[in-house]
């Protein structure tokens, strides 16, 4: 038994004249435009690009310095830091802006203090410095703890667990606005007898 196929598609494609349906040619000129004005954005984004050379603006820990140390026989530690942290903007035609600032410094796992600047901007190509005082309690350490601080005076070398985060924001010209989460974690060494930082490489990783 022979079938007959529907035609619906010849319908929609071929005019009552055998010509092209009109409807066709306008949705072949609308995909037509799509397609180009997706390749002028993207050359537009690449030459933007090329031309502003955006760059992640960074925190970093720069300088730092031991300020005291003491540890008793009692198990207790005291101790004070200079830390400088340094806010980054290496872009030449944007300014930017940090916010949501907060670092942690801990010893061994005890927390020493908890570190928060307000919102700021720093202006394109230039930098600014936070300067913090972390002045400790007493912290009393474990056994083991005690042990550690003990070695640290010996072999002249004490580190301490340095984390943050911040957010960034820049305008990329006529690309919007761009927007990052820096993540700071490094470790901070110093020698006990002088306080004097031994300097490592302490910037932070954006997402």
């Not at 004070?80 to 907060?102: C, D, E, R, Y």
Request: hydrophobic residues 45%; positive net charge; proline residues 5%.
């Amino acid at each position: 038994m022979a079938t007959t196929m529907p035609k619906f598609k010849r319908k929609l494609v071929m005019g009552a004249n055998g010509r092209t349906n009109p409807l066709v040619w306008l949705v072949a000129i609308i995909c037509t435009i799509i397609a180009v004005a997706v390749v002028v954005v993207g050359i537009v984004v690449f030459i933007g690009y090329i031309v502003i050379h955006p760059r992640v603006p960074v925190i970093s820990v720069t300088n730092a310095h031991l300020d005291l140390l003491r540890n008793d026989y009692a198990g207790l530690l005291q101790t004070q830091l200079t830390i400088v942290v340094t806010a980054k903007n290496g872009n030449a035609k944007a300014h930017a802006s940090f916010s949501a600032i907060t670092f942690n410094i801990s010893y061994q796992g005890q927390d020493i203090a908890v570190l928060v600047a307000d919102p700021f901007e720093v202006p394109k190509n230039s930098s600014k410095d936070l300067s913090y005082v972390v002045q400790s309690s007493s912290i009393p350490l474990t056994p083991d703890q005690m042990e550690e601080v003990n070695d640290a005076w010996k072999r002249n070398e004490i580190e301490f667990d340095f984390k943050g985060a911040a957010r960034t924001q820049w305008r990329v010209g006529p690309l919007g606005s761009v927007k990052f989460l820096c993540h700071l974690d490094c470790d901070l060494k110093f020698r006990p007898v002088n306080g004097t930082y031994i300097p490592s490489r302490c910037t932070s990783k954006s997402h």
